[in-house]
């Protein structure tokens, strides 16, 4: 988010505007922040959904791979925008000045390439683990405090067995009383308050 300064201000902007650093900068924060919150939540409940945890060594090559194939894709795209290389035009070799680039722009496209692989890996995964991944043994093994991670492991119609769970207290109640986490229909103790 820190190129936002950059296109924010408006001496900087005038050559900036519609260069790569602007597609970089957007791609930066705006994509590859959401592909990674996406991520996190499939990581984050793919045990609640099927009841088996994804394989962690896979999860982690596909992490570091996208991390740095994300920042080999748009890190060089910076400085091409820096370089005055405009963005949507669909080929630079009729403009002499932008020859110079050719070597970056081809390292962008194969680390593109390469950091798509590693989403593939994320995919084979995803379905490895459906059949292959380490089973669940407890039906909250984040120690999270909200509802849903207190029903049981293979959670049928309904999610909860019986009545529907009262929610006691607030969603964020860790560390406290001695305890890592205190989930939400834990009623709230005699001498205790509401934290939030």
Do not use: C
């Not at 820190?2 to 900036?16: K, M, P, V």
């Not at 795209?77 to 820096?82: A, D, S």
């Not at 798509?116 to 292959?132: A, P, R």
């Amino acid at each position: 988010g820190l190129t936002g300064i950059f296109l924010g201000n408006s001496a900087i902007d005038i050559q900036l505007h519609d260069t790569y650093f602007v597609v970089a900068h957007f791609h930066i924060v705006m994509g590859v922040a959401a592909f990674f919150g996406m991520f996190a939540g499939i990581y984050h409940w793919y045990p609640k959904m099927f009841g088996r945890f994804m394989n962690e060594t896979l999860g982690k090559i596909h992490f570091w791979g996208t991390i740095i194939g994300a920042y080999a894709v748009f890190w060089p795209m910076h400085y091409l925008g820096m370089a005055g290389v405009p963005r949507r035009y669909y080929r630079f070799d009729s403009f002499a000045a932008f020859g110079q680039f050719d070597a970056m722009n081809q390292f962008i496209t194969i680390a593109a390439i390469v950091t798509f692989g590693f989403q593939l890996l994320f995919v084979i995964n995803f379905f490895y683990s459906i059949w292959k991944g380490k089973k669940m043994t407890s039906r909250n093994p984040w120690g999270a405090t909200t509802l849903e991670w207190t029903t049981p492991i293979n959670a049928g119609h309904g999610n909860w067995p019986g009545k529907l769970p009262t929610v006691q207290r607030w969603a964020y109640d860790y560390g406290k009383d001695g305890q890592e986490f205190i989930p939400q229909i834990q009623p709230l103790g005699k001498d205790e308050k509401e934290s939030h």
